[in-house]
């Protein structure tokens, strides 16, 4: 495990000076899950993000490699997380078909940190509260990298694609379709 902001800060000169007490980065369940389970990642600490666009710039990650964890309800105590890569949105007909059900919902946002333990914007499964089934895009395969959320806002966790899925137990199925892109304003 490596800890590392996303763009370090490069001295202009050298300039001798006694070096500042440094305090170990605060972990998250997220992280210690991780370390627990063997799984080689990174942590990837950015400022907070506005967009998945701008999250892949800070992270210096191609779009299609930064993940979103979303937390599905498909019955009243059972759920189930997706990963959906950037520019993507899951399809929910495809995810009703492979989990042979009608019904599916977005849980409120307490109730998603009920479940998980994270807030909005940083739920993960790795830590989670329980281990509910994941399922993750096949867009991932292939892929050198992916990014994830690491447990809070501002922390993510680089690793391989096959580590995740088999830290996670993922079903890797096709299950998103490209996010449709907002027509420009009228010029006039």
């Known amino acids: 495990m490596t800890d590392q902001p996303a763009n370090p800060a490069t ?3 050298a300039t001798p000076t006694t070096p500042a007490p440094t305090t170990p980065a605060p972990t998250t369940p997220a992280i210690a ?8 990642f990174a942590i990837v600490r950015t400022e907070i993000a506005r967009s998945a666009e701008e999250s892949a710039r800070l992270q210096g990650v191609p779009l299609g490699s930064l993940l979103r964890s979303i937390l599905v309800r498909r019955a009243a105590d059972s759920f189930l997380f997706v990963l959906v890569p950037g520019g993507r949105r899951f399809n929910w007909p495809k ?7 009608n019904r599916l919902t ?3 946002e307490e109730e998603a940190k009920a479940e998980t333990g994270y807030a909005r914007g940083a ?20 892929l050198e990298v ?9 922390v993510n ?15 890797v199925v096709d299950i998103t379709i ?4 907002a027509p420009e304003a009228p010029v006039g």
């Not at 899950?33 to 080689?40: C, D, K, S, T, V």
């Not at 995810?95 to 059900?101: E, H, K, N, Q, V």
């Not at 790795?126 to 096949?138: E, K, T």
């Not at 966790?157 to 993922?170: I, K």
Request: glycine share 14%.
């Open 33 to 40: 899950a991780l370390e627990a389970a063997g799984i080689p």
């Open 123 to 142: 739920i993960t499964p790795f830590g989670a509260r329980r281990a509910w089934p994941v399922i993750a895009d096949a867009s991932i395969e292939g």
């Open 146 to 154: 992916v990014a994830i959320g690491g447990g809070a806002r501002g």
């Open 106 to 108: 977005l849980p409120t």
């Open 157 to 171: 966790v680089h690793l391989a694609p096959e580590d995740l899925v088999a830290a996670t137990g993922a079903q």
């Open 11 to 13: 001295p202009e000169a």
């Open 178 to 181: 490209p996010e449709e892109l």
């Open 95 to 101: 995810l009703r078909a492979l989990l042979g059900t």
